[in-house]
């Protein structure tokens, strides 16, 4: 009769628990960024810098080092967007987008729904100009990350092996792992033992 109790405080000591963890994807922001220094953002010219994915999950968090002022020293008005990756270059799925984001130097932006994301999966966080009367930038890393990303040219995307923009992505993930028993557990698994062995007697 109380095999089921023993079973039971067992059951809650070794089940699985569930949690929402914050995963970094892509981060070359530990070091800051260059201020004055960085790609060319314009009316010719867009920049995106391609990340990837270990995890399913949601985008949580992206921060990109956006110039605050125009070559006019006016401020500077960016448009950043989250696509899919096809071919090494941005593809032609818009995951999401924020538009008008002035330029603060460092922009941590969040996001107001949810952006799945699966493992294995490539994406790019591109930076456009609002309007084609801006001149700004998006500032180079200073962790001496260097690699591929795209920029276009009369509107095509090419990519180009060199310093990268700064940026950081976060992403948000839900993982099991076996529950390690603490004080709380080990209450009922002390009970469950002690009605095994009152059970014996």
């Known amino acids: 009769m109380k095999k089921p109790l023993v079973v039971a405080a067992l059951a809650a000591c070794a089940a ?14 530990q070091n800051g960024y260059a201020n004055p220094g960085g790609w060319l953002i314009s009316f010719v010219q867009s920049v995106a810098n391609p990340f990837s994915s270990s995890v399913n999950g949601v985008l949580s968090e992206v ?4 110039d605050p002022l125009t070559s006019l020293q006016q401020p500077a008005f960016y448009d950043v967007s989250i696509t899919d990756a096809l071919g090494g270059v941005p593809g032609p799925a818009t995951l999401y987008e924020w538009t008008n984001v002035q330029g603060a130097g460092l922009n941590v932006l969040a996001f107001a729904s949810d952006v799945p ?3 294995g999966g490539s994406y790019f966080v591109k930076v456009a100009p609002a309007n084609r009367a801006m001149q700004g930038g998006w500032n180079w890393n200073l962790a001496g990350d260097v690699g591929p990303f795209a920029f276009t040219y009369m509107n ?20 099991s792992v076996p529950a390690v028993p603490g004080p709380a557990a080990a209450i009922p698994f002390a009970l469950g033992l002690l009605a095994r062995r009152r059970c014996r007697r």
Do not use: C, H, Q
């Not at 699985?16 to 922001?29: G, H, K, Q, T």
């Not at 921060?63 to 956006?66: E, I, Q």
């Open 16 to 29: 699985p628990i569930a949690w929402s963890a914050e995963v970094v994807l892509f981060d070359n922001l």
């Open 63 to 66: 921060r990109v080092a956006l």
């Open 117 to 119: 994301i699966v493992a």
């Open 156 to 175: 095509d995307w090419y990519t180009y092996e060199g310093v990268r923009s700064a940026m950081t992505v976060k992403a948000t993930t839900e993982d």
